[in-house]
C-alpha cells in the first residue's frame, strides 16, 4: 500500500518532472525539423506546437500532410490520436482536483508526459507540483525546440541518420514502464501491441490507436468474468507493491 | 490555405478532448470500474503507440535499426536510468546501428 503520509520531498517531485520536461521537452527539435522537411512552414510549425502540443498528433499530421492527404483525413487523423487526452483528463481531474475555473487553463496541459508523472505522485500535492512543473517546463522547451528544429531543419539534413526518430518510442516506453506492475496491466499492455500493429496495415491512420484502447474494457470484462467463475478469491492485482 | 484548415481543425479538436477530459463531472468517476478502466486505457494506448512508432513506417511494418534503439532503452530502464539516459541510449544506439549498416 501507498504510505500514508505521502513521504515524497517537493524537490524530489520536481526533480522527476523537470527530467521528463527537458528530456521531451528537447525533441520538439525533431518535430520541427520533421515538419519543416515535410513542406510546413516555419509559422505552421511552430502554430502546431503552440496549439496542439499533443507530439503524436502533431507528428501525424505533418506525416498526412507530407503524404498528400486531405486536410480534413489528416486533421482526423491527428485527432484520433489526441482523442487518449480525454482519458487522460478523467483520471487526471480525479487527482488534481482542480476549481473549474483553472480547469480551461490546465487542460492544454493535458498530455501522456503530465499524466505520467502525476500518476506516479502518492499525494495531491505532489501529483499537482509534478503535473505542472512537468506541463510548464515541457511547454516553454517544447515550443522553443520546435522553432530552433524548423529554423535548422535545412543544416540538419536527414533527422534519421542522427537516430532522432527513436527518440519518440524511447519516451513512450519510459513512460509505460512504471504503469504496468500487474498481470492485469501486462496484459493489457500485451493486448493493445497485438492491436495496435495488426490493425495497423488495413485501418485508416490513428484509428487502430483507438482500436488498441479497447483491450482495457476487454480485459476488464474478461478478469470479471473469471471472477465471477471462481470466486473472490483471485487477487493478482493488489495496488502499489513499490518498484 | 489546405495546411492551415488542417492545422485549426486540430488544435480545436485536440484542445477540446483534452478539456472534456477535465470537465466529466467527479460523481461519475468514483464507481470502482471507471477508476480502473480510466487507469488501464493509458497503459493501452502507451503500449500502442511504443509499438507503432518502433515497428511502423506509415501503415507499413518494419523491422529497421529503432527496435535496437528501443531494446536499448529497455535495457537503460531495467537498469533504472534517468528518463533523459534512456531516450539518448536509444537515439544513439538507432543512429549507431544505422552508420553501421551504411
Do not use: H
Not at chain 1, 35 to 64: I, K, N, P, R, Y
Not at chain 1, 116 to 139: D, E
Not at chain 1, 217 to 228: D, F, H, K, T, Y
Amino acid at each position: 500500500m501507498r504510505s500514508e503520509d505521502g513521504g515524497k520531498p517537493d524537490a524530489a517531485v520536481v526533480r522527476d518532472a523537470l527530467g521528463v520536461g527537458v528530456a521531451v521537452g528537447l525533441s520538439g527539435f525533431a518535430f520541427g525539423v520533421t515538419s519543416v522537411g515535410s513542406g510546413l512552414t516555419l509559422l505552421q510549425t511552430c502554430a502546431l506546437s503552440l496549439l496542439v502540443f499533443t507530439g503524436a498528433s502533431q507528428f501525424a499530421l505533418v506525416g498526412a500532410l507530407a503524404g498528400g492527404g486531405n486536410p480534413f483525413t489528416a486533421a482526423a487523423g491527428a485527432f484520433f490520436l489526441g482523442v487518449r487526452n480525454a482519458f487522460y483528463g478523467l483520471r487526471l481531474s480525479q487527482l488534481l482536483a482542480l476549481p473549474r475555473a483553472v480547469r480551461p487553463f490546465a487542460a492544454q496541459w493535458v498530455i501522456d508526459e503530465t499524466t505520467a508523472v502525476a500518476l506516479a505522485q502518492p499525494t495531491r500535492r505532489s501529483v499537482r507540483i509534478g503535473f505542472t512543473v512537468t506541463g510548464l517546463t515541457l511547454y516553454v522547451l517544447w515550443n522553443l525546440t520546435t522553432l530552433l528544429g524548423a529554423l535548422g531543419a535545412d543544416a540538419i539534413g536527414d533527422t534519421d541518420a542522427w537516430g532522432l526518430d527513436a527518440a519518440g518510442p524511447a519516451v513512450f516506453l519510459a513512460l509505460l514502464a512504471p504503469m504496468i506492475k500487474t498481470t492485469t496491466e501486462r496484459v493489457v499492455a500485451g493486448l493493445a501491441v497485438v492491436l495496435g500493429l495488426g490493425l495497423l496495415p488495413v485501418l485508416p491512420a490513428g484509428v487502430p490507436v483507438l482500436v488498441a484502447a479497447l483491450a482495457a474494457p476487454a480485459v476488464l470484462w474478461a478478469e470479471g468474468r473469471r471472477r465471477a467463475r471462481t470466486g473472490p478469491a483471485e487477487d493478482d492485482d493488489t495496488v502499489g507493491e513499490g518498484r | 490555405m489546405n495546411i492551415w484548415i488542417a492545422i485549426g481543425l486540430t488544435a480545436v479538436g485536440c484542445y477540446a478532448v483534452k478539456l472534456i477530459g477535465l470537465l466529466i463531472p467527479a460523481g461519475l468517476l468514483e464507481r470502482p470500474l471507471v477508476q480502473r478502466l480510466a487507469a488501464l486505457l493509458p497503459v493501452a494506448l502507451l503500449a500502442a503507440l511504443t509499438a507503432q512508432q518502433t515497428f511502423a513506417d506509415g501503415r507499413v511494418l518494419v523491422l529497421d535499426a529503432k527496435a535496437a534503439g528501443l531494446a536499448a532503452a529497455g535495457v537503460a530502464l531495467l537498469l533504472r536510468a534517468p528518463f533523459l539516459l534512456v531516450v539518448a541510449a536509444a537515439v544513439l544506439v538507432t543512429a549507431g546501428v544505422r552508420a553501421m549498416a551504411g
